[in-house]
């Protein structure tokens, strides 16, 4: 329509002035129409959430080109260089194999959907970024080199790699570069624009023609463009640009021309608007037009690559635009990009910017002061009113007309069955079932409100008595009192709930109290707030929320606690799904998710709408939540803000998780093989995840193998560990978006910490080593002092005895002589045969054989152990003189016999005639066998019998210390003494001592024959 009416105007027009003018006219009342109807459904600039990243925030310089990989990294060319951003932090570009950049003044950035980044300089050539990470030079500047300043490179569907230039299009194919000219039908012009279609398409433009890639002949054909109307310069085509159903434009000064082609059947290339950013302006994939300095800012033309089937001006089909310093961080936009998750960025002089389309959109009401009452009609109008303005209007959301109310206006309410009373200065108007009637006011209270549960009227205000209105008159409420009031909710038809500052919750129906609730009784969750009581009855208060089940409330819990506090509005969608508006924002819970929460205390999954989403201020403090035709109305401290409760929008895109450096202690280690250096004490590793639309809200789950035993959970992008023990550690990570899409896989980082020498497995053989040498010593000098011990011991004894020998002979033997001689000398004058004479004879005799006697043993004193029997041979002898006539009696020698030392076998002799004795005597045995085994490892001493065995108290029976001398014989020797008895089985001592305490002398034994031992 307005190609024929610019071309009938040129044709009447007969200045250029006043055909300039009248073009203009024409052109924008076209596209005012165009407009209007596309305002009632069409975005505006304002519906999105707008960030900026500066100096402030990181940001590497003035961004002048944008592209998007597959893995979710939005790169940044700067003059600075190379950059990608994750949503949240900026990181330098580095390359894996160590590469660096041709040039840090980047001139072009493209990604392909197989993850390679191409990088083109203004005059230094062309790189590439591969998928994993190496940095490749397809073209270097040089003299003769095929690449100078790169404009546009588009990767083919054979692979082949096709490169707008200022000098003409060129072909990479098989490391093989190739100029198209006239031989393919292209000219050897610059190059500003390529483009690949959704069908595989390839075209390419240069400034006055459009070429279309034929692959049957491999020859470029020229493309028809639109006639320039009469008057106007030929085209200048500076970028090709495709909306979303897939149609082909050409991008001038401030206009995009559709390409006219046969309808296409495929769409846009999913990552057509990300792959690389535009200078001029770009279709996001709503159709919407975004345009860049237009002349100033950024320009939205709603839906203008949906409804568009020629010509765009940008100035006329602009819906709504930001071109004030407020309202930007740069006026002078560089670069528009939409990412694969529908985030529009803008590079800029000053930074970044992005706009994400919130899931809230402000309702375009009058402003006022203070909240708004909004009451909603059955045609789907809504009467809204501003209680301290005192002003009112009735909204029409289909035609979205806007009648503002005469009068002072002080509220308006709506029960369950759909009536709406509104509270004016002269009265109250009831509308039901499309009939309106008037009732007069008794008074208007100050601070007044009024309510209606479709049967009365409830009328309140600052210290006044509640009067309840019953149809025909007006009665004053006096309990409670009118002070102890807080809020008031219709519930069913003819109920009013009222609840009260001590928290305690009342029902009134018919205009009477019928059912009271105390705190204890609503599960404690404060001082009432807010009520709904369809389907169920939800009471919401300061602390919590509580559902009644029917027969008790039951509270509701959530991950967040907070997210449930002070919720003023409750609503119900036609899906089943719950709504709550309260301190942390919009929550939005699913029917199933309200089911669970409500029949089995679960944990209440909701979704959180807050400010990141298009919430502003706070909830309400009065019921927040209306819906208003098909749109849910949420009411708070910044004004109405919509959405469609049927509406889910998901973010589909699972986040891919990125390892970006291992340290420990400070020092970095490459992420290949890493090894971490000896005596590390804190190892962190550092992670992310580019996710652009909402990176506050991804979650990280994580954990280290052998360390963590279950997965680690939250928003923080490293993990941190200390006191890593040596070995083989595998560190796996995983993300999830802000929708509860995880990552498709883990991201594993194997890494291995080194030990130190005192960690290693010599040095610990070489300790366990030192400590067995160590013990083997201890062991020897205890051995050694033992030994000396007893040759002390044995000294002492000796020493004793040939004390006692001395004191024998010279006291003791020397008296008994004197006394001999007495004798003699008394017997020489007694007579012969007299009876004295005989017996003083005798008591001589006997007096000089003890007196021998006594001689000798001063003598076996001094000379202690000399001439003594072998321990075998005195244990011989004293079974032999020991044993009765029917007790056999016999005694075996193992192993070669060694000389002990004398107080072993001191001790050993004894307690062997000890054991024997008490078997010959008391143990009624016919069989009395004695082993002394000769040992290179121990000497062992078993006395043996088949007797009546040993009681189990003889050892402690009063006067008998032969079992307990024993024991502490075999003490004082160090050795181990094992008495084995039973009755009626006899009875057996074993004596066991080692070989380097029983023996005098040392021989080393045969090899291995210890283990015989």
Not at 296 to 318: F, H, N, P, Q, Y
Not at 508 to 532: M, V, W, Y
Not at 873 to 880: I, S, T
Request: net charge positive; with cysteine.
């Amino acid at each position: 329509m307005r190609q024929v009416l610019t071309h009938t105007l040129d044709t009447i027009a007969a200045s250029a002035l006043l055909r300039c003018l009248l073009r203009a006219f024409v052109v924008a009342l076209a596209g005012l129409a165009f407009s209007q109807g596309a305002a009632a459904f069409a975005p505006a600039l304002e519906h999105y959430h707008h960030s900026v990243w500066g100096t402030k925030d990181g940001i590497p310089g003035p961004v002048k080109k944008l592209a998007q990989t597959p893995d979710g990294w939005l790169w940044l060319g700067t003059p600075n260089g190379l950059y990608r951003f994750d949503g949240l932090r900026f990181h330098a570009f580095s390359a894996a194999n160590g590469e660096r950049l041709l040039s840090n003044r980047i001139y072009t950035l493209t990604a392909e959907s197989n993850g390679d980044l191409y990088i083109g300089y203004e005059d230094q050539g062309l790189s590439v970024l591969r998928a994993d990470g190496r940095l490749e030079h397809l073209a270097q500047f040089s003299e003769g080199s095929p690449i100078t300043r790169v404009h546009a490179v588009t990767r083919d569907i054979d692979g082949a790699l096709w490169v707008g230039t200022s000098n003409g299009l060129m072909r990479l194919e098989q490391g093989r570069w190739t100029r198209i000219g006239a031989a393919h039908g292209y000219p050897d012009e610059f190059t500003p624009a390529l483009a690949l279609d959704g069908g595989g398409q390839l075209w390419a433009a240069t400034y006055t023609e459009l070429f279309r890639y034929d692959r049957t002949t491999h020859r470029f054909v020229r493309a028809a463009l639109p006639a320039p109307g009469h008057g106007e310069a030929a085209p200048r085509i500076l970028k090709l640009s495709m909306s979303p159903d897939g149609r082909l434009w050409t991008i001038e000064d401030g206009r995009f021309n559709l390409v006219p082609t046969p309808a296409p059947t495929i769409k846009r290339p999913a990552n057509a608007t990300a792959r690389e950013a535009s200078f001029y302006g770009l279709f996001d994939r709503d159709g919407n037009l975004w345009a860049l300095r237009c002349p100033a800012g950024v320009c939205l033309a709603a839906k203008a690559g949906t409804g568009s089937t020629g010509r765009i001006e940008v100035e006329v089909a602009t819906t709504s635009r930001l071109d004030q310093a407020w309202q930007l961080g740069s006026l002078a936009p560089n670069v528009v990009l939409e990412d694969r998750e529908g985030n529009i960025w803008l590079g800029t002089p000053n930074g970044l910017e992005r706009f994400r389309k919130n899931a809230l959109m402000p309702v375009a009401l009058p402003p006022t002061t203070g909240t708004y009452h909004i009451a909603p009609e059955a045609d789907g109008s809504v009467w809204i009113v501003a209680p301290e303005s005192k002003r009112a209007w009735h909204y029409d959301p289909a035609s979205q007309r806007m009648t503002e109310l005469a009068g002072k206006y002080r509220g308006a309410a709506r029960s369950a069955d759909g009536t709406v009373v509104l509270l004016t200065e002269n009265g109250i108007r009831r509308r039901r079932a499309g009939r309106e009637d008037r009732i007069a006011l008794p008074v208007l209270p100050p601070g007044a409100w009024l309510r209606t549960d479709g049967e009365r009227l409830w009328l309140g205000g600052i210290s006044t008595p509640v009067r309840v209105w019953d149809g025909r008159d007006w009665e004053t409420l006096s309990k409670p009192r009118f002070d102890e009031f807080t809020f008031s909710a219709a519930g069913r038809q003819g109920q009013m709930w009222r609840g009260l500052v001590d928290g305690r919750l009342l029902l009134f129906e018919n205009g009477r109290k019928t059912i009271e609730f105390d705190q204890a009784a609503l599960a404690g969750i404060g001082q009432p707030t807010c009520l709904s009581a369809v389907p169920e009855l939800v009471v919401c208060g300061e602390a919590g929320v509580s559902v009644w089940d029917g027969q008790r409330f039951r509270r509701l819990h959530s991950g967040n606690p907070g997210s449930l506090r002070n919720v003023s509005g409750v609503l119900v969608a036609a899906d089943g799904s719950r709504w709550l508006n309260g301190a942390a924002g919009l929550l939005r819970v699913e029917a199933a998710d309200w089911r669970r929460a409500r029949e089995n205390g679960a944990p209440l999954r909701a979704t959180l709408l807050d400010a990141l989403d298009g919430y502003v201020g706070s909830a309400a403090d009065q019921p927040s939540l209306t819906m208003v035709g098909n749109q849910l109305w949420v009411a708070t401290s910044g004004g109405i803000l919509e959405i469609d409760p049927a509406r889910r929008e998901q973010n589909l895109i699972a986040p891919q998780v990125v390892v970006l450096g291992l340290v420990g202690d400070g020092t970095g280690y490459p992420l290949s093989a890493p090894r971490i250096a000896p005596g590390t004490t804190r190892v962190r590793i550092d992670f992310t995840a580019p996710a652009l639309r909402k990176p506050e809200r991804v979650v990280f789950s994580y954990r280290l193998d052998g360390v963590d035993d279950a997965w680690q959970t939250g928003t923080e992008r490293s993990a941190t560990y200390t006191g890593l023990a040596p070995g083989a550690y595998r560190f796996r990570v995983r993300a999830m978006n802000e929708h509860g899409i995880w990552s498709e896989r883990e991201r594993m980082l194997a890494f291995d910490v080194a030990p130190t020498f005192s960690q290693t497995w010599s040095f610990k053989l070489a300790c366990g080593l030192a400590a067995l040498a160590l013990l083997w010593l201890g062991y020897r000098l205890r051995v050694r002092y033992l030994i000396r011990s007893f040759n002390r011991h044995h000294q002492v004894q000796l020493e004793e005895r040939a004390r006692i020998a001395r004191e024998l002979h010279d006291s003791l033997l020397q008296d008994f002589q004197g006394a001999v001689l007495e004798f003699r000398a008394a017997l020489g004058g007694l007579d012969a045969g007299s009876p004295l004479h005989t017996r003083l004879q005798t008591s001589v005799l006997e007096a000089n054989a003890a007196i021998a006697e006594g001689r000798d043993k001063v003598v076996a004193l001094r000379d202690a152990g000399a001439g003594r029997p072998s321990l075998p041979d005195y244990l011989r002898q004293v079974g032999e003189r020991e044993a009765g006539p029917h007790q056999v009696f016999s005694l075996r020698v193992e192993g070669q016999v060694r000389p002990l030392q004398p107080v072993v076998e001191q001790e050993l002799c004894a307690i062997g005639r000890e054991a024997l004795r008490n078997a010959f005597r008391h143990a009624g045995a016919s069989r009395h066998e004695v082993l002394v085994a000769y040992g290179t490892r121990s000497l062992v001493l078993s006395v043996r019998d088949d007797g009546i065995g040993i009681a189990a108290g003889a050892r402690d029976k009063l006067g008998h210390w032969g079992l307990r001398g024993i024991e502490e014989r075999a003490r004082l020797i160090h050795a181990e003494a094992g008495l084995h008895t039973a009755p009626g089985e006899g009875s057996l001592w074993r004596i066991e001592l080692s070989a380097r305490l029983a023996y005098t002398t040392r021989r080393w034994p045969h090899r291995w024959s210890w283990l015989r031992a």
